[in-house]
């Protein structure tokens, strides 16, 4: 009997023993082993991280006119995991926000789930007309431009206000500020009540910038580009206009555009700003720098007698030649202005290899200064690659791949007394002045002259405008489709500068793949046209600024 009451009591004593090894084990794994994991989960029941964004910064033209600036857009979400009328809501979405409701199939266990950001009118009265209150609405911080004919340059943003292209992404870091971070403490059983705040990190407002653009002169040059386009019924096109003498890019319009205030995504074909991101074989606008190239060289004067062959297909060293001007003997001045192929071509073959040097003086194949996103750098054909053709292929604008603003640029040098200009589109930048010129006084007094009766006499007659001087050159190019050059569809730009007295500027510009029948167009009857309509539109504008 005594021995069986010893026998419970110890068996009750080692199970209780065990118990208590079980529970110091436990607890020394739990504030030794494990600590850290339940500081962390502590620490998350009582302490919350906040972020505080500043408010986009506006963008400003150069008149101080606002082109970017914040407003409010509404939201739509749900949460889930409270749905009251989940079938209801469910067959809304699927009907009219199939991608929501997709999500919604995928992550019904979340407690937050977006329909659409940034809703569209029709789309709140879908929500409003539908009436359950499963589907919240709430105001959002989103960008508002009040020019469209400036959305691919300036750009748009993301859902998030963060800059999605142009020079919204440009700029982003600017204008976005610095987020404000910081911790703070709470009661963890009712979450109302804060105490201590821990700073981590101090934000900023964002700056807002000025630009060099006019929006005016946006629109006015945007409207005449679309009604060109339209009449020649062309894919795509864009004009250019700077201030030669301060390098201020003034216009910088792109057709295809889209509308930078529509809640749909747009094509991203339609954001670009084909004056930056389009790189081309202008044709014989780049007979300008390879005139100049001979000039400089001393290879040729402007009164000399060139043998143009007077006829439209001539043969120089062997090869092909193409011309459209039937020209006899005449001044190398006037096979510039007539845009003779032939008479250029055995002018530009005297020059040889330097041709490429010459051409990396006006700054092509090199990007603008304007770091622009998605700029190209345009391309020449180096002489280390050079077949016995491409001489004569880049004495007339091939094998040469140029933008629009590559081209301003360069008809600014010209301009600018042979200095180079540094292009900028910020308006308190200041920029980089070039002194030395990089061609001789000389030659780019014999090449304005040449520009000039090209305006008057030769192939951009339509470019003349009373009362001014107008330089300028006009080009016509292949496009190459299938790996061929195709003769029916063309690329036709035209180069100009407008002077009186200090009064200077440079217009280009440029329309690409008409779709009409033009057995007989050039960039004489489609891009000096646009020329002249624009330049009248902004010396009306200048003159009443």
């Not at 003498?245 to 889209?258: M, N």
């Not at 529509?262 to 094509?267: M, N, R, T, V």
């Not at 490429?356 to 996103?373: L, M, S």
């Not at 007659?461 to 001014?468: C, F, L, N, P």
Request: proline fraction near 5%; include cysteine.
């Amino acid at each position: 009997m005594i021995a069986a009451r010893k026998l419970r009591s110890t068996i009750i004593f080692l199970i209780l023993f065990g118990a208590y090894c079980i529970i110091i084990v436990m607890l020394f794994y739990l504030q030794i082993f494990n600590s850290s994991f339940f500081l962390h989960l502590g620490k998350q029941q009582y302490t919350v991280s906040a972020t505080v964004n500043p408010p986009r910064a506006p963008i400003y033209d150069r008149n101080n006119k606002p082109v970017a600036m914040n407003a409010e857009c509404l939201s739509a979400f749900l949460l889930p995991r409270q749905l009251e009328q989940a079938q209801r809501t469910a067959s809304f979405l699927q009907k009219n926000f199939p991608a929501a409701y997709r999500r919604l199939q995928t992550h019904h266990d979340r407690h937050f789930l977006y329909i659409k950001r940034r809703l569209a009118p029709y789309e709140i009265a879908l929500i409003e007309k539908n009436g359950t209150d499963d589907i919240k609405i709430v105001k959002e911080p989103c960008r508002f431009y009040p020019f469209q004919t400036m959305g691919t340059l300036i750009g748009i943003t993301d859902i998030d206000n963060d800059g999605l292209s142009g020079l919204e992404l440009m700029f982003n870091q600017q204008l976005k500020g610095k987020t404000t971070t910081c911790s703070l403490e709470r009661d963890a059983r009712s979450g109302h009540f804060y105490f201590n705040k821990i700073l981590h990190q101090q934000g900023s407002q964002g700056t807002p910038i000025q630009l060099t653009i006019d929006s005016d002169l946006q629109f006015l040059a945007y409207t005449e580009l679309k009604d060109s386009m339209e009449r020649f019924k062309a894919r795509e096109g864009g004009v250019v206009i700077i201030d030669p003498t301060t390098g201020e890019l003034i216009v910088s319009v792109s057709a295809p555009d889209f509308n930078p205030n529509s809640s749909k995504i747009p094509d991203p074909n339609t954001m670009k700003n084909f004056p930056f991101t389009q790189a081309f074989e202008a044709g014989s606008v780049i007979k300008t720098f390879a005139a100049m190239a001979a000039l400089e060289a001393g290879v040729v004067t402007p009164d000399e007698l060139i043998d143009c062959q007077n006829t439209k297909t001539g043969y120089v060293n062997g090869m092909k030649i193409n011309t459209v001007h039937e020209d006899g003997v005449v001044t190398f001045s006037k096979v510039i202005e007539d845009s003779n192929n032939i008479g250029t071509v055995k002018v530009i073959l005297r020059v040889g290899p330097k041709l490429y040097d010459y051409y990396r003086r006006f700054g092509f194949a090199q990007k603008t200064p304007i770091n622009f996103p998605g700029q190209q750098a345009g391309f020449i054909n180096h002489p280390h690659n050079w077949t016995k053709r491409s001489i004569v292929s880049l004495s007339f604008g091939y094998e040469i791949r140029v933008t629009l603003i590559q081209l301003a640029q360069a008809f600014g040098l010209i301009a600018n007394n042979g200095r180079p200009v540094t292009l900028h589109i910020l308006k308190n930048e200041q920029p980089k002045q070039h002194k030395q010129p990089v061609f001789s006084p000389k030659v780019l007094a014999q090449m304005r002259e040449i520009l000039t009766k090209t305006v008057l006499e030769g192939t951009a007659q339509h470019a003349r405008i009373k009362g001014y001087t107008v330089m300028g050159k006009t080009g016509t190019a292949n496009l190459i489709e299938h790996g061929r050059y195709n003769e029916n569809k063309n690329v036709y730009t035209f180069a100009g500068i407008i002077e009186k007295g200090p009064y200077k500027r440079v217009i280009v510009t440029y329309i690409n793949d008409v779709t009409i029948p033009h057995y007989h167009l050039y960039a004489s009857n489609v891009t000096v046209p646009l020329f002249e309509r624009v330049a009248e539109k902004m010396l009306i504008h200048d003159h009443m600024v």
